[in-house]
């Protein structure tokens, strides 16, 4: 019998209503799941939200600060001398019933060249930050470590940015005469005129919250950053007169209504730049959209263990060839790659589209990565569809790989998808089980930059999506040579 035959023949022995009910069913609780979900969420603004910034290239990005500036011309400079950078941090751990005088990690205050006002235009900026040293960073991605430690009077520190043309060199000192370059960057298609002054911004704290059996929630506080400079001079700039500016809403909480508002005092030579937000690659607004349209992902993945697992048992039970069980396998991961590729194929941009419509921050996914994810995750169930036929054919009886199949393949991406263990213990799940593949649907970039909660509950896989991916097909290839292997000879 040629393998066209033999598929054809294995084909028509599955489909049974039973189970093409019950894959139809799997692909139903995706797609309802993911849109009931879509439907529902909705933004909180109560009137129309404010723009979301959005880079050059497209990407949601934080764009919040407070800023004095002035023009600068097509070559020019800014030097600064900064003494102090404070803050404060509103009811932190451990009692959180305290207003507290600190900076988070990432606090930032310094220099900063920029094209203009606009919430995601191009720059480059010096910096002090709260416990990095100094940073030199650019349109959002970008970051270069300068000097370590702080800054105070007695131990001020000298910044630097020097432009000519489209590129902006950040230099260092701790006396203003022994300057050290800290990076450059090419900020293509700069205008003849940008704005170049003194800024101040500082990201929420984020804390952790125990939840489940060691899980954890995140917690986000205001805070507020203070930065002090003297000895500011400009070269090249093309007028006298400073304006002071937010980037991004600001003084609307009641710290800055009450006590200390965002923005910059002159006096005596003396400015002072209070300001709140962050300037980076992650959208402060910015949502889980991908994963947010694919809430019955562990339902159908469950639905899918279940009909490969008994499938396999009855493969079992009739003493099949191995070139049976292979033709099996693939009939198996056939069926459960087209319901997948039809369920997220329609959920995922149905579902990113009426999110949009609800007024939610939602990235733009690009093709490929949209393709990717698609694809992927159908690939995935199918690829977890053939381990569990694997392991109903190898084990034979019906509960036994219903339990071994849910046990190694559903439980760990369950028990990941939500804050119910440490993070640790999500982790290693995800390195070592076939649940590993799941990465395949991550569209979340982790920056060293950013403080965010990197775990498999916050859309962060440990494995990069092919590493995953090639962990779940040796899954699939062990099993199923193990199956075959141990599968009894059919007499002649």
């Not at 937010?246 to 002159?266: C, L, Q, Y």
Request: proline share 7%; with cysteine.
């Amino acid at each position: 019998m040629s393998t066209t035959e033999l598929l054809r023949r294995e084909w028509t022995g599955f489909r049974r209503p039973g189970r093409l009910i019950a894959l139809t069913c799997a692909a139903l609780t995706i797609v309802a799941l993911g849109l009931l979900l879509a439907l529902n969420n909705r933004s909180s603004c109560s009137g129309p939200c404010p723009a979301v910034p959005v880079a050059a290239d497209g990407s949601v990005v934080s764009d919040r600060f407070w800023f004095l500036h002035r023009d600068l011309g097509r070559e020019g400079s800014i030097t600064v001398r900064m003494t102090s950078m404070t803050g404060t941090i509103t009811y932190p751990p451990p009692n959180h019933d305290q207003i507290v005088s600190g900076l988070v990690p990432w606090a930032k205050a310094g220099i900063i060249v920029k094209d203009g006002t606009r919430p995601g235009s191009r720059y480059a900026a010096l910096m002090m930050t709260g416990r990095h040293g100094v940073r030199f960073q650019h349109d959002y991605r970008y970051d270069v470590a300068g000097g370590p430690g702080g800054v105070s009077a007695r131990s001020p520190r000298w910044l630097r940015l020097t432009r000519s043309g489209d590129v902006i060199t950040g230099a260092e000192s701790a006396d203003g005469s022994r300057w050290r370059t800290v990076a450059t960057a090419t900020l293509d298609g700069l205008p003849d005129t940008v704005r170049v002054g003194l800024f101040a911004t500082s990201p929420g704290d984020l804390t952790l919250r125990e939840t489940g059996l060691g899980g954890a929630i995140e917690e986000v506080r205001f805070t507020q950053a203070v930065g002090v400079f003297d000895h500011v001079t400009v070269e090249g700039g093309t007028g006298d007169a400073w304006d002071s500016d937010p980037v991004g809403a600001m003084n609307h909480t009641d710290w800055e209504k009450r006590h200390n508002a965002s923005g910059a005092v002159v006096k005596d030579g003396v400015i002072t730049v209070s300001g709140i937000g962050d300037i980076g690659p992650l959208g402060e607004d910015g949502t889980l959209a991908v994963e947010n349209t694919l809430p019955g992902l562990p339902i159908a993945l469950i639905v899918v263990v279940i009909v490969a697992a008994r499938y396999g048992t009855r493969t079992a039970g009739a003493a099949a060839s191995r070139q049976v069980i292979a033709a099996r396998a693939l009939v198996v991961a056939g069926a459960v790659f087209v319901t997948g590729l039809v369920a997220v194929g329609v959920v995922l941009p149905v579902g990113l589209e009426i999110m949009k419509g609800n007024g939610i921050v939602v990235p733009p996914l690009p093709v490929p990565t949209g393709v990717r994810v698609i694809t992927g995750l159908a690939t995935v169930l199918a690829l977890c569809a053939v381990v569990a036929y694997g392991l109903g054919v190898l084990l034979r009886r019906g509960w036994t790989a219903l339990v071994a199949g849910l046990s190694l393949i559903a439980l760990p991406y369950v028990v990941t998808a939500f804050p119910l263990l440490p993070d640790a213990v999500s982790d290693w799940l995800l390195r070592l089980t076939p649940a590993a593949g799941f990465a395949v649907k991550q569209t979340l970039v982790e920056y060293p930059q950013v403080t965010q909660h990197y775990a498999p509950s916050a859309g962060y896989f440990p494995l990069p999506w092919p590493a995953g991916l090639a962990l779940l097909c040796a899954y699939a290839l062990i099993v199923l040579l193990l199956a075959t292997r141990r599968t009894r000879p059919v007499a002649p």
